[in-house]
């Protein structure tokens, strides 16, 4: 059988840059993984509504050229690896991609396929969206109120995978400099033979690539805050750290058209609360973005007890782990939650359901799909096709308002009806149709 990968679209066109854009041209090249597990399923429901949106908003003058490239369990029994370089280099060569959920294989050398994606595409950013529509069901009284995009670091933090097993030979190479070179470090180490290592690199220019992406996407959409979200107050050389290059980089790179915590904290240590209060409101009525950080404990809080005072938020790599699949949670779980990861210097995006592949749904139909369609959604944004993002979003929330929707939002809404993956991505094509 001839491999379906790699299969350039005849009447596709590769997107260029030029001056740092994206040049996009009608029928634009997009690499897609499918995915293991639940990909296949949802990839069949979420392609038909992407192509569909195209469709109605361009009159057949735009369409989306799509080509598979192989990753995870379908590249493995076909070319005998998980990740093959090829894949990586296509998705850099087509700048704009998307995938569904990946299994690691154990024991084959990857700690996690997605990791390995994102650090071979130098892919920085992983961008999260959170935002609740209405009718899906959710654990919190006033969901609306959440409204937030998260940045997370992709690339650094505990995540580079440093680590030192208990009672390794690296292990105890790594303690003896230790008790060599830093006796008093090495003291506060509390059950010594038993104890394994993580390495958490933090760097300043992966901190502030991170930061300067999160203030751009806050002034191009109109945003007012940025929050930086770290844990310094125990971890001062790399938590810590984050949040003072990031304060650094706002009044270097933005000057003016930000108003940071720190300049707040001046004036209300010179001229009180009140002062401080009234500047910040004059700032952020004459448009500049409010810079301010957050301790990350105090950051779960609040999104909880004010999710209003959130906007964006850029944080490292683990925090932004935890903090995005909890805001996740707030607005309906991770079944409907689209994610991008993106390295905005060269330019390259892959969006992706943010779920795992969920073995135990695999090839019911019965997954839902909503993540992976409005990750394809941000993929239209992204592209520029503002029109066509717009009908995904409409049909997907006149589909679930009509309460037609996946096994899983059903459990909870007992007076919706239950629709196949498939069905629930025809219901969303039919609303489309019928804006
Ligand atoms: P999971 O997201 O696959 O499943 C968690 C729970 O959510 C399960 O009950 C599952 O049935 C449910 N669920 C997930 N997606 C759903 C959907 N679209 N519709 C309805 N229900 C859905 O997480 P897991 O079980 O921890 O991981 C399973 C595998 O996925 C692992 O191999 C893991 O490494 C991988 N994984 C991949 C990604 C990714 O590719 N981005 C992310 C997370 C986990």
Redesign the pocket.
């Known amino acids: 059988m001839a491999s379906p990968f790699f299969k350039i679209p005849p009447h596709g066109q590769g997107i260029s840059i030029e001056n740092g854009r994206l040049i996009v041209p009608a029928h634009p090249i997009i690499p897609f993984i499918e ?1 293991d ?2 990909g296949p399923d ?1 990839w069949r429901a979420a392609r038909p509504v992407l192509d569909e949106a195209v469709r109605l908003a361009y009159g057949g003058q735009r369409s989306l050229a799509w080509m598979e490239v192989p990753a995870g369990g379908k590249a493995l029994a076909e070319l005998g690896t998980p990740l093959p370089t090829e894949t990586i280099k296509t998705l850099a060569r087509y700048k704009v991609a998307i ?6 294989p154990i024991g084959r050398g990857f700690r ?3 990791v390995a994606l994102r650090r071979g595409l130098d892919l920085f950013a992983c961008v999260r969206p959170i935002r609740w529509i209405p009718d899906v069901p959710t654990p919190v009284r006033q969901p609306e109120l959440v409204d937030m995009v998260i940045f997370r670091e992709n690339t650094e933090d505990i995540y580079a995978g440093i680590e030192f097993q208990a009672g390794s030979e690296g292990n105890l190479a790594f303690q003896s400099w230790l008790a060599e070179s830093q006796p008093e470090e090495f003291e506060k180490i509390r059950f010594p033979e038993t104890t394994a290592f993580s390495i958490k690199p933090i760097s300043r220019q992966g901190s502030e690539r991170l930061i300067r992406a999160a203030l751009s996407y806050a002034f191009e959409h109109g945003r007012q805050r940025v929050s930086l979200v770290h844990k310094g107050n125990i971890m001062k050389f790399t938590e810590g750290a984050f949040a003072a290059w990031g304060y650094d980089l706002a009044a270097r790179e933005f000057g003016s058209r930000i108003y940071t915590q720190r300049q707040y904290q001046q004036t209300q240590a010179g001229q009180g609360q009140a002062a401080a209060e009234t500047e910040l409101k004059a700032a952020m009525e004459s448009g500049r973005v409010h810079v301010n950080d957050v301790i990350a404990d105090a950051a779960f809080e609040q999104v909880l007890t004010r999710p209003e005072s959130f906007d964006v938020i850029a944080t490292m790599n683990l925090n932004g782990d935890y903090l995005s699949d909890a805001l996740t949670a707030q607005v309906g779980g ?2 409907i939650a689209p994610g991008a990861n993106i390295n905005f210097d060269t330019q390259t995006a892959l969006f ?10 695999a090839g019911t139909d ?4 909503s ?1 992976l369609i409005l990750s394809g959604q941000l993929m239209l944004q992204h592209l520029g096709w503002a029109e066509a993002a717009d009908r995904v979003e409409k049909g997907l929330r006149a589909a679930i308002a009509l309460k037609t929707v ?3 939002l059903q459990r909870l809404m007992p007076e919706a009806q239950t629709l196949s993956t498939k069905a629930f991505g025809h219901a969303i094509i039919n609303q489309m149709q019928s804006l």
């Open positions: 995915g597990g639940v949802i995938k569904g959920p990946l299994t690691t996690s396929l997605n991770l079944g992706e359901a943010t779920h795992g592949t969920a073995p135990n749904l019965q997954a839902n799909p993540s996946t096994a899983d």
